[in-house]
């Protein structure tokens, strides 16, 4: 039996197993991924994070989409891996973690979790892209895993998941695809996001990496300074602190609250 640990990320959901010993050996780690993230027929989860030991860091992670790709970041699973290290006695309050998208701080205070990411990059503006829904206007930026930032102006009646597919899958942003972020600007210092995940194939009820992509994005506009307080979909709020210089962003920081669901064991025949 695995053991696993169920937790939350301002609504994003995730298992996660300490595998630093190497006991779990993924043969199909498509298949393993995607049957324990199912919701109706398994644990469910928007993704799965492995702890692992590293040479670099505190330790390493491997983090999986709910469809089992292996993703470089995310930035709400960053900070429950984080939190879950602290609590297993295998990192400290500050600490460093290995991603493919490269080494990650994070500092731990209680259920509050503050990652600070590798610098943003490929800031773009797409004029008009038309898919089979309609032309959108939009920003694509890469905050660890690509990100296409649209603004609306009704956003809670927006249709997040038929707008956020057709630009997720789109020839633009082919072969890796993108998530699709749609915001709302609501003062100087906050936004409202909903976004749709690539990997997941569904809106999610908040995301990180998004959250600050969407931020920077505005910040590039001039239509908000930093910190930015981000409203997600769950309901909970992400803040986002940067320094822009010259039209690059450094010292991206993204904070916001976790929680453990509960602990439990896998059953051989879960998975078979």
């Known amino acids: 039996m695995v053991e696993f640990y169920k937790m939350s990320g301002s609504g994003n959901d995730f298992i996660l197993i300490d595998n630093r010993d190497g006991s779990l050996v993924l043969s199909d780690p498509v298949r393993f991924v995607r049957i324990l993230c199912e919701r109706k027929g398994s644990v469910g989860a928007d993704g799965v994070i492995l702890i692992e030991n590293s040479p670099r860091a505190d330790f390493r992670w491997r983090f999986f989409n709910a469809d089992g790709s292996e993703a470089e970041m995310c930035g709400n699973g960053?900070?429950?891996?984080?939190?879950?290290?602290f609590l297993m006695g295998i990192a400290p309050e500050r600490m460093t973690f290995e991603t493919l998208a490269g080494i990650i701080d994070a500092e731990v205070k209680g259920p509050w979790v503050k990652l600070r990411l590798t610098d943003p990059k490929g800031l773009s503006y797409v004029d008009r892209l038309s898919t089979s829904v309609g032309d959108f206007s939009l920003y694509t930026i890469d905050t660890g895993v690509p990100h296409a930032v649209c603004f609306v102006e009704e956003l809670?009646?927006?249709?997040?998941?038929?707008?956020?597919?057709?630009?997720?899958?789109?020839?633009?942003?082919?072969?890796a695809g993108t998530n699709a972020d749609f915001v709302k600007i609501l003062d100087t210092h906050s936004?409202?996001?909903?976004?749709?995940?690539?990997g997941v194939e569904d809106e999610t009820l908040a995301c990180g990496t998004g959250s600050v992509a969407a931020a920077l994005v505005a910040a590039h506009k001039k239509l908000v300074l930093p910190p930015v307080e981000?409203?997600?979909?769950?309901?909970?709020?992400?803040?986002?602190?940067?320094?822009?210089?010259?039209g690059f962003f450094r010292n991206v920081y993204l904070e916001g609250s976790t929680k453990v669901v509960y602990q439990g064991k896998l059953w051989e025949e879960a998975v078979r």
């Open 191 to 198: 936004l409202k996001i909903r976004t749709y995940e690539r």
């Open 78 to 85: 960053g900070r429950c891996a984080a939190r879950f290290a």
């Open 156 to 175: 809670d009646s927006f249709d997040v998941l038929t707008a956020g597919r057709a630009i997720r899958f789109h020839d633009y942003f082919q072969p």
């Open 230 to 246: 981000v409203l997600v979909r769950s309901g909970e709020k992400l803040k986002i602190y940067f320094e822009e210089k010259e």
